[in-house]
Antibody, heavy 118, light 113 residues
């Protein structure tokens, strides 16, 4: 069965970086794009960006340009999202999600809480 | 960016009654090449990731009960739950996947009356 399993919760100080992982299983890793979506406490969903695991190509939301980097390791079927220069407002649950052939997100990771606190 | 606006922000419905959630996109999300609206609906319960309910505005995802339906009129989209069950209490989001950045509505909280 398709699974996206994310790394555990992180606590970081302002200005630091965080790297969240998303390990895929149960399907052909390079055949489906992966998106990252975040959700601040009590708030809605915000799209962060997308990576093509096959080619490694990425597109990021303008808001995160220069601070976010998405990479993949095809040998372990793992996607990484690196967010730098962390601010208090980056405190959120970060989800990875698989893009289905029709374009919507059919499978989601369990979420990783990133807390930015001094 | 394409803006998705949901209404209402919250909704209280009795068990067995109909629930209707609206979503309006700031521009068309219709691909002329396949005549599909690139609009999805998700359900999110506390402490869980979102769950895909509807894609292409009106196609139910596999395993989703048929009391959930989606419709479209131009740039206005509707999610309808025909007969509310207790397990449907959740927050519902629309999302356009027509163009990046893929944007979500602000969410509609559905509660029991």
């Amino acid at each position: 069965q398709v699974q996206l399993v994310q790394s555990g919760a992180e606590v970081k100080k302002p200005g630091a970086s965080v790297k969240v992982s998303c390990k895929a299983s149960g399907y052909s890793f390079t055949s489906y794009y992966i998106h990252w979506v975040r959700q601040a406490p009590g708030q809605g969903l915000e799209w962060v960006g997308i990576i093509n695991p096959g080619s490694g190509s990425t597109t990021y939301a303008q808001k995160f340009q220069g601070r976010v980097t998405m990479t993949r390791d095809t040998s372990t079927s793992t996607i990484y999202m690196d967010l730098s220069s962390l601010r208090f407002e980056d405190t959120a649950v970060y989800y990875c999600a698989r893009e289905a052939p029709m374009g919507a997100f059919d499978y989601w990771g369990q979420g990783t809480l990133v807390t930015v606190s001094s | 960016d394409l803006v998705m606006t949901q209404s209402p922000d919250s909704l209280a419905v009795s068990l067995g009654e109909r629930a209707t959630i609206n979503c309006k996109s700031s521009q068309s999300v219709l691909y002329s090449s396949n005549n599909k609206n690139y609009l999805a609906w998700y359900q999110q319960k506390p402490g869980q990731p979102p769950k895909l309910l509807i894609y292409w505005a009106s196609t139910r995802e596999s395993g989703v009960p048929d009391r959930f339906s989606g419709s479209v009129s131009g740039t206005d989209f509707t999610l309808t739950i025909s007969s509310l069950q207790a397990e449907d209490v959740a927050v519902y989001y629309c999302q356009q996947y027509y163009t990046t950045p893929y944007t979500f509505g602000q969410g509609t909280k559905l509660e029991l009356k």
